[in-house]
């Protein structure tokens, strides 16, 4: 993402222009965006023309509009960030107060204003432009039976494709079943690396699995690329990388990232780097119960007590809320940076970041242990689902 | 005149009860029988025997069989027709036969089957359905229980321990492999690189696995002791195969614990890491009591007696805290390779001056087989699927619970779709029949081959298994690293299912022994915990109450490769 122009006054009101780049920008535009921010975007409009004569005729604009945004919607597969609202400022095609989406594209600008800038927003923003840590990253983690094509970027993972099949068992005596239908189970997972693996962008595969199938699926890539001639697989031979992982499904994604001969090949991804700090909560509540605590009720009582060390949180909770809840998170990622902690965000679009959703979105490692809290605060955070 | 004939439900038999010779040759009635059949039961002629062929037996027994099939005869006539009807395997229908020609035997030159016949006569209109068939089954199974009964055993154990050589050399002493076929592995796997691994090779067929010298799926087979026919399931050693595993040891009854006494190897096998705790906590869980431990590669040790004992007690200690009873573990020394000990006494001197116990054949044979459930409803898990030849499919699989016969219908959960069955095979033979306990192939029509796959229930229509994503149930923790948190993400293998799953809730943590209520709504979950917790699976699955049923109610949680709770359903939502 560019930043092109940053004008944010005093009071924290103001508005930024930026121009996303490619798809993952599109995951931090839908961060940043709020219901009641004012987004300016060349779009497309579809116009009404009365000729002289009274005949109907249609015809598509393009044209600048802004927009009070109301309704963001994000397709994660397609990358697409389509926004509704209101139409505020004078246009020749537009009314006033007329209903528009924008679907913001690629490559071209947009403004963004907003009432408030907080930290949170600020923090996004930069770490979108920043030009480092662009390392993408394919990884197929497969079992028998099962293989999931998986696209991890700095902030997202994303599923690009699901091959399921089911694989008939050796029986005494034949196993031709078994092997054949092994063979197309193979098929299928090439035919969807090639589909969606963008070999130009992507800096390393990563083909993960229980016991031999990855190697035997490498050896049956390979030997089908030699007899089909396909240049594009054997030009891109050494990205492909064996890793071990305990099963086919999308959470043993975590594993390979902290396998130290990956980590060793690419530099440290932002995701393997949320995947290590959720691993270190994890250790840290099983040796010190008491310097581990999530759920927002404990962190927060954390919080007053100036006692977090590293505070957890995923991005969903910053996303679309209405203002009180919003500015409470903001409070609590504020405070912790006051007192000197780290604050990470975890994008809720990896693995790592779905854990910790599950585990109510918020966690902290404290500096030192706080007794267990009162069980009423117990109650009422584990009742919501 | 005619209309109070009763030309429809006339019984026949009535005509020949006299022994009537007419129309019929004697030779027919005495002498159809094979002489070796004949020399065998001469004397207990009268009496069943299940090698004499249906033809004689049924005109012996006075019905005619061009009568046509709904021929009714006497209480049990409904059998008759069955067997007549279907043309199952002789062995089938022989053995329906003597069950109700038993009975008839005295009775025919009695002629007490008059007193019957008007009890029976109306069931000719009954005969084509269930009540007939409900009898069937059950006395079947009295007749088969008579014989020998099935077991399903299982074969575990560290990697390399000598599972597979262990059961191959085994399954080659006793027959079930002909001289050529192990002459053919030996060079075989000569020329491969891996001579050692001839034995083996009666068990893991595919090219892999051969290869590799790994065992990576469940290998099946059967085989009989002088007392039971064995259903043997040839389990992987290996970490990464212990889903596999898991499907062959949840149908299993007793279990072979395979352990290496070379040097190093036991030690290594049995450290936290190796696969011989896991594996027997993982059978343990799943239900199996009674295990024998074959200590292996003896002859590596010279059949050493105090490396023997040293590995009994190690073992025993581990075993009895894992909670199987001294008296339901034998312990017996082996060499898969050599080949001692295996289907008879050993005759090395080096043993048998210390150990006078069983061998491992007879100790299979001394297992206690356990009761089957043949009266709850119908419940298969599916094991298997595949696409054989003919119309329709097959699946395999151990029937859990219940009996069912071709020509039935079945629902499947969760596709929920009903289906027939149109055949059952039980270790490659044909059947009509079979119940709880048998580890069948069924070829079923009826339904999308895709709609089915591996963790499929099929059972009863009228009593279907309840299918959910979330459900409570009591977990007892092992020794994990990592506690569990609200939101853990997990691997659920319940059967022969394999989904992953998250810990929704956790609701209460319960005291070891006494079980009650120690917290409620914890933080998180340690090692070695008694909780209750919610679980939701991404996908629906069909599961069963506990304490419905035994062996359906019980699951494992994995995690990163490592067993980490074992459980029981208690609720469904």
């Known amino acids: ?385 | 005149m005619s209309r109070h004939r009763n030309v429809r439900g006339y019984n026949y038999d009535e005509d020949f009860d006299d022994d009537d010779i007419y129309g019929q040759s004697v030779d027919d009635d005495y002498c159809c029988i094979s002489p070796a059949t004949g020399g065998r039961n001469g004397s207990d002629y009268k009496l069943d025997s299940e090698v004499v062929p249906k033809v004689a037996r049924m005109t012996v027994s006075g019905k005619k069989q061009t009568m046509g099939f709904d021929v009714p005869s006497t209480g049990e006539n409904g059998v008759a027709g069955a067997s007549v009807r279907r043309g199952g395997s002789p062995e089938s229908s022989a053995a329906t036969l003597p069950s109700e020609s038993t009975p008839k035997r005295p009775e025919t030159p009695s002629k007490g089957l008059k007193g019957d016949e008007p009890s029976t006569v109306p069931t000719p209109g009954r005969s084509t359905g269930k009540a007939r068939h409900t009898i069937d089954i059950k006395a079947e199974l009295q007749k088969r229980l008579g014989g020998k009964p099935l077991l399903n055993l299982v074969v575990i154990g560290h990697v390399d321990a000598g599972k597979s050589t262990l059961m191959g050399h085994l399954l080659y002493l006793l027959g079930h492999v002909n001289k050529r076929t192990m002459h053919k592995y030996e060079q075989e796997s000569k020329k491969a690189g891996k001579a050692s691994f001839a034995y083996a090779w009666v068990l893991d067929e595919t090219g892999e696995e051969r290869d590799r010298g790994v065992t990576m799926d469940v290998g099946m087979t059967k085989f009989e002791t002088n007392s039971k026919v064995v259903t043997l399931m040839d389990a992987p050693g290996h970490k990464d195969f212990i889903p596999n595993m898991i499907t062959g040891a949840a149908q299993a009854d007793v279990a072979v614990l395979v352990v290496d006494a070379s040097r190093g190897e036991f030690e290594a096998g049995f450290e936290a890491g190796g696969q011989t705790r896991e594996h027997a906590l993982l059978v343990r869980s799943l239900g199996v009591t009674q295990l024998a431990v074959a200590v292996n590669k003896m002859d590596q040790v010279n059949w050493q007696q105090e490396r023997f004992q040293d590995i009994t007690s190690k073992l025993g200690h581990f075993l009895k805290q894992a909670g199987f009873k001294d008296c339901d573990v034998f312990y017996i020394p082996t060499s898969g390779l050599s080949g001692e000990n295996l289907v008879t006494r050993s005759s090395v001197t080096q043993l048998t001056s210390w150990y006078s116990g069983l061998s491992l054949l007879e100790q299979i044979d001394a297992f206690k087989a356990p009761r089957r459930s043949v009266d709850k409803p119908f419940r298969l898990c599916v094991s298997d699927v595949f696409k054989d030849q003919g119309s329709g499919f097959c699946v395999t699989g151990k029937i859990e619970a219940g009996y069912i016969q071709t020509g039935e219908r079945t629902l499947a959960m969760p596709p929920n779709e009903t289906c027939t069955v149109k055949g059952i095979t039980l270790h490659d033979e044909a059947l009509d029949w079979a119940a709880a306990g048998d580890h069948v192939s069924l070829t079923v029509t009826g339904m999308d081959i895709i709609k089915i796959n591996v963790g499929c229930v099929f059972c009863d229509p009228k009593e279907p298994i309840r299918v959910c994503t979330r459900f409570r149930a009591q977990i007892l923790l092992f020794n994990i690293e990592v506690p569990i948190t609200q939101g853990f993400p997990v691997l659920l293998h319940y059967h022969t299912v394999s989904e992953p799953a998250t810990i929704r809730k956790l609701v209460s943590v319960l005291h070891k022994s006494s079980g009650e209520v120690l917290k409620k709504k914890p933080k998180c979950l340690s090692k070695g915990m008694n909780a209750i917790v919610e679980i939701q699976t991404q996908r629906p699955v069909a599961l069963e109450l506990y304490k419905d049923y035994k062996e359906l109610g019980r699951f494992m949680l994995r995690y990163v490769g490592s067993t980490i709770a074992a459980g029981v359903v208690t609720e469904v939502k």
């Not at chain 1, 009314?95 to 600020?122: C, Q």
């Not at chain 1, 963008?198 to 390979?222: E, T």
């Not at chain 1, 040796?287 to 995923?314: M, N, W």
């Open chain 1, 1 to 385: 993402m560019k930043l092109l122009h940053k004008d944010i006054e005093k009071d924290n009101a103001g508005q930024v222009t930026l121009m996303p780049e490619e798809a993952e920008d599109m995951w931090h535009t839908y961060n940043l965006l709020q219901v009641g921010d004012s987004l300016r975007a060349s779009t497309i409009r579809k116009v009404q023309t009365e000729s002289a004569t009274g005949s109907v005729g249609s015809s598509r604009v393009r044209t600048t509009l802004t927009l009070s945004v109301e309704t963001i919607d994000f397709d994660s597969q397609a990358c697409q960030l389509r926004v509704k609202g209101t139409n505020l400022e004078e246009n020749q095609y537009v009314k006033m107060g007329a209903y528009h989406t924008i679907e913001l594209e690629l490559n071209r600008k947009f403004t963004l204003a907003k009432k408030s800038w907080d930290s949170v927003v600020l923090d996004r923003i930069e770490q979108a432009c920043d030009a480092t840590q662009k390392a993408d990253v394919a990884a197929v983690v497969m079992q028998e039976g099962l293989a999931n094509l998986v696209l991890v970027t700095p902030a997202m993972t994303l599923v690009r494709a699901k091959v399921e099949v089911t694989i008939p068992r050796k029986r005494r005596g034949s196993c031709t079943q078994h092997e054949k239908a092994l063979e197309r189970f193979y098929e299928a997972v090439m035919q969807a690396i090639l589909r969606h693996i963008n070999f130009d962008v992507v800096k390393c595969i990563l083909i993960a699995s229980p016991g031999f199938v990855k190697d035997q699926f490498i050896s049956y890539l390979f030997r089908e690329a030699v007899r089909q001639d396909n240049k594009i697989l054997l030009e891109n031979r050494p990205k492909f990388m064996p890793v071990h992982s305990s099963s086919g499904h999308k959470y043993s994604l975590k594993e390979i990232l902290t396998d130290p001969s990956v980590t060793s090949r690419l530099s440290d991804t932002k995701a393997a780097g949320e995947v290590k700090a959720l691993e270190d909560f994890y250790k840290m509540l099983q040796h010190e119960p008491d310097r581990a605590f999530y759920g927002v009720a404990h962190v927060e009582k954390a919080v007053d007590a100036l006692a977090i060390d590293t505070l957890l949180i995923s991005d969903k909770l910053f996303r679309h809320q209405d203002v009180p809840t919003r500015s409470r998170y903001v409070r609590l990622v504020d405070s912790v940076r006051d007192n000197g902690g780290t604050v990470r965000m975890f994008s809720s679009l990896h693995v790592s970041g779905e854990q910790l959703t599950q585990l109510s979105g918020v966690a902290a490692i404290l500096r030192f242990p706080i007794a267990d809290l009162s069980e009423p605060e117990d109650d009422s955070s584990s009742d919501e689902d």
